[in-house]
């Protein structure tokens, strides 16, 4: 059983920044990929950014490329999302996700994730 949970979530003026946590807990080992997804009001869930398990790999949405960057701590099993230029287009329910997998080639459907957090609030808003 794997369990993801995300932090970090909140209201912020545009032009500000957040940054999200996510920790994976599993009762078996990896090693796992692990990606940002969100999903707005009447939208589809839609690719954020995910990297590698060793780090090695990550790849960027062209629409957060230079504004997002995604990062992992493997001694604590967490990766953060840091969210800079926020814009009110990025308002969405952002969601942790992670597949088991050693290749460094990270996937970006959302098909492809095993497993999924509950999501967590961000607001874009002045």
């Known amino acids: 059983q794997v369990q993801l949970v995300e932090s970090g979530g909140g209201l912020v003026q545009p032009g500000g920044s957040l940054r999200l946590s996510c920790t994976l807990s599993a009762q078996t080992h990896g090693p796992y990929v692990m990606g940002w997804f969100r999903q707005a009001p009447g939208k589809e869930r839609e690719f954020v950014a995910a990297?590698?398990?060793?780090?090695?790999?990550?790849n960027h949405a062209d629409y957060v490329m230079g504004r997002f960057t995604i990062s992992r701590n493997n001694a604590d099993f967490t990766i953060y999302l840091q969210m800079n230029s926020l814009q009110p287009e990025d308002t969405a329910v952002y969601y942790c996700?992670?597949?088991?997998?050693?290749?460094?080639?990270?996937?970006?459907?959302?098909?492809?994730?095993?497993?999924w957090g509950h999501g967590i609030q961000v607001t874009v808003s002045s």
């Open positions: 996700a992670a597949y088991k997998d050693d290749n460094t080639v990270v996937h970006t459907a959302p098909r492809s994730y095993a497993y």
């Open positions: 990297i590698s398990f060793d780090s090695s790999g990550t």
